[in-house]
């Protein structure tokens, strides 16, 4: 795995954070030293699809990335015609995920280069946003759930993984004090979390628990339930 090593340096001029090929490269050491349970939710993502998939419907993976989450479904699910729908807009992650899967995962899945915001839903009895979501800009946030629920097959899931905002200012400073925590003990130097830090700013957008599950609720879903947490970064299922 590649150490991501791309806020070691002081940089003179911070630019957006954005997925290019730098970030492709070193992607999946990056998630895993900087997302605090990412590897259980994407593990959880496998064995919650197979339970709630539904022949003959599709999965999506939206912000597949590298494609973690779909090759977790792609092998708990037991399927032979499984047919995951795995969307990014970042031609370079694509390219990393066609480069990295082996032949007899990739033939179950199909790759789509599109922004989520565009792209039709239909037939799904799953779909994915692990740590997606957070990207997109909040005007948009409410459209893109309404559509999801609305390409969905009932008793279909949503599994939203996202790091949360706090309300409370006290609340807010502790959990992102322990995520800093977990990304020194990870070997990222303080300025290596300061830039980073930096570099989201205007990029990865968090919003609280209850703002997560009253958009849920009123793009239709009858029960969402917080199903992990570590630190200020959390799962729900949503079931339609
Ligand atoms: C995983 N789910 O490994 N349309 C499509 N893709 C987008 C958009 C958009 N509008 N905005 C951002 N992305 C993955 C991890 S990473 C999370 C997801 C992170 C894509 C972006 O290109 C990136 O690949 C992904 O969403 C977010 O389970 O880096 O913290």
Request: glycine letters at 4%; hydrophobic letters at 40%.
């Amino acid at each position: 795995m590649t150490r991501d090593k791309i806020y070691a340096r002081p940089l003179d001029k911070l630019v957006d954070f954005n997925f290019d090929e730098r970030v492709a490269c070193v992607f999946p050491d990056m998630i895993n030293r900087s997302v605090p349970g990412y590897a259980s939710i994407v593990a959880m993502t496998g064995i919650l699809a197979a339970e709630f998939y539904q022949a003959g419907s599709y999965c999506y993976d939206l912000g597949c990335s590298l494609g973690a989450s779909s090759l977790s479904m792609a092998k708990a699910i037991n399927d032979p015609s499984v047919s995951i729908i795995a969307v990014d807009n970042s031609p370079a992650m694509l390219n990393k995920a066609d480069e990295l899967l082996p032949p007899e995962i990739k033939q179950k899945i199909s790759f789509v280069c599109a922004d989520i915001n565009d792209i039709n839903i239909r037939n799904a009895s799953i779909v994915v946003m692990n740590f997606t979501l957070q990207f997109i800009a909040p005007q948009k946030r409410a459209q893109l759930l309404s559509k999801i629920y609305q390409g969905m097959q009932p008793g279909g899931i949503l599994i939203l993984s996202e790091k949360l905002n706090y309300q409370n200012e006290q609340e807010q400073q502790l959990l992102i004090e322990m995520h800093h925590f977990f990304k020194k003990a990870n070997g990222y130097t303080d300025m290596e979390i300061s830039q980073k830090r930096q570099a989201l700013e205007n990029v990865l957008l968090p919003e609280t628990l209850e703002q997560h599950k009253s958009r849920l609720q009123k793009a239709g879903f009858k029960q969402t339930e917080q199903w992990f947490q570590c630190f200020n970064f959390a799962s729900l299922i949503a079931v339609k």
